[in-house]
């Protein structure tokens, strides 16, 4: 098999890539270890920022976004005895979207179908070959146990943190950094309202709590846990009360509705960046090259901003024989990536609990900075409704 762009990973910075390529007349193909049902229902970011939804928009994939997802202005501050609302619109101008990754692959996934883009799901073995020629190539087992050799001009690994793309990047070319955080998220999604109109993050001396939604009907909630939490030790009663003492229920006359949980599970919290982002004829975009903490809603955003810069470059490699992009690319994309990264880092930091009473007087501190001062107020908002791509 050949095609000018081998694409490695069907989450949304694979089939995004795919979309913004092909309205360049590139061909591509998109390999994918999971199944099709798997990639599309798996729970992950729910929150995009203004530039990912104006890309979308530009390329014809924000319709149902628009129609179905809900525009927030901002997000709610809460600790105890304190509740602050801060706008993005009055601080930055930009507002954010609450619309679920599982549908933003839905969507991307529906329209790469209907252009005829050729998928592999369930494939095994995958490997990249002769990254640093002109003639890089990538071999997989599909689905159905043929053993496949697929020729390209250049392969875009966007699989992930698990997947091949990251670890053919030579230890003596890569540097990585990484930082692990000592608490782990605890996630749930449960079939009832939304019990505020837009997310509050809340700082508690039980730790930090989060209130998310889905819709008008699915709420997704979090709770700060040690890592390596059971989850067994978790019956859904627990999760409720432990809900509604941190996200304060009952103070000021706001109430936490509870109903049935569908979903929870446990997510480790941290950080970790791979530069560069390219070796010879690979290219890395989204968790292959550079993972968040989910506190600043900048997993997803991350990755299409990848994209965003990477579509271009590689048009102009293939299509003008003009490399300028391509040379620029992982230094581009590398000055958002640590921007994003800080400031998840710095939400994190101030909303999590350490359990050591000197640290929890600064994070009082700073979020009262944060909320009273504007200066403080207009930096968390530049940073959560998203700075312009490529910036």
């Known amino acids: 098999m050949r095609t000018e762009v081998a ?13 913004l390529l092909s309205l360049e ?28 939804v104006e890309l979308l928009d530009a390329v014809g994939l924000g319709d149902r976004l628009r129609e179905e997802g809900d525009e ?11 509740r602050h609302h801060l706008d993005f619109v009055d601080l930055a101008g930009r507002s954010v979207w609450v619309y679920g990754q599982t549908e933003v692959t839905k969507d991307l996934g529906r329209a790469r179908e209907e252009a ?3 998928f592999y799901y369930g494939v095994s073995d ?14 997989f087992r599909s689905a159905e146990g043929e053993e496949v050799r697929l020729d390209a001009d250049v392969i875009a690994g966007c699989d992930g943190s698990f997947g091949p793309s990251r670890g053919a990047v030579p230890d003596a070319v890569k540097r990585t950094w990484e930082r692990t955080y000592p608490y782990s998220w605890l996630g749930i999604l449960a079939d009832v309202a939304p019990s505020t109109d837009e997310l509050i993050y809340a700082w508690h001396p039980n730790g930090f709590a989060l209130h998310s939604m889905r819709s008008e009907t699915v709420s997704r909630l979090y709770l700060q846990v040690a890592p390596g ?51 010879g004829r690979l290219f890395l975009a989204g968790d292959a ?33 003009n490399t300028a992009l391509a040379d620029a690319y992982s230094d581009t994309a590398l000055r958002r990536v640590w921007r994003c990264t800080h400031f998840s880092w710095w939400m994190t930091t101030m909303l999590h609990t350490s359990g050591d009473p000197f640290d929890a007087r600064l994070q ?13 107020a207009t930096g968390l908002a530049e940073n959560y409704a998203g700075l312009p791509i490529g910036m």
């Open 7 to 19: 694409i490695i990973g069907a989450g949304p910075a694979g089939l995004l890539l795919s979309h």
């Open 25 to 52: 007349g590139i061909d591509s193909v998109v390999l994918e270890t999971r199944t099709r049902e798997y990639v599309e229902a798996r729970i992950r970011a729910g929150i995009l920022e203004s530039s990912t």
């Open 72 to 82: 927030h202005r901002g997000i709610y501050l809460r600790w105890p005895g304190e």
């Open 116 to 118: 005829g883009q050729e």
């Open 126 to 139: 995958t490997a990249v070959h002769d990254l640093t020629t002109d003639r890089p190539y990538v071999t």
């Open 229 to 279: 939490e059971d989850i067994a030790e978790w019956p859904d009663d627990r999760i409720w009360d432990e809900l509604a003492v941190r996200l304060g229920h009952g103070q000021d006359g706001w109430e936490l509705t509870p109903g049935p949980i569908t979903d929870k599970s446990v997510l480790p919290m941290r950080s970790y960046v791979m530069e560069p982002m390219r070796y």
């Open 289 to 321: 090259a550079h993972i968040v903490p989910p506190t600043g809603a900048k997993g997803l955003n991350l990755a299409v901003a990848d994209v965003a810069l990477l579509a271009p470059a590689l048009t102009a490699m293939l299509r003008k024989n």
């Open 364 to 376: 009082l501190s700073q979020l009262r900075w944060v909320a009273g001062s504007e200066a403080g």
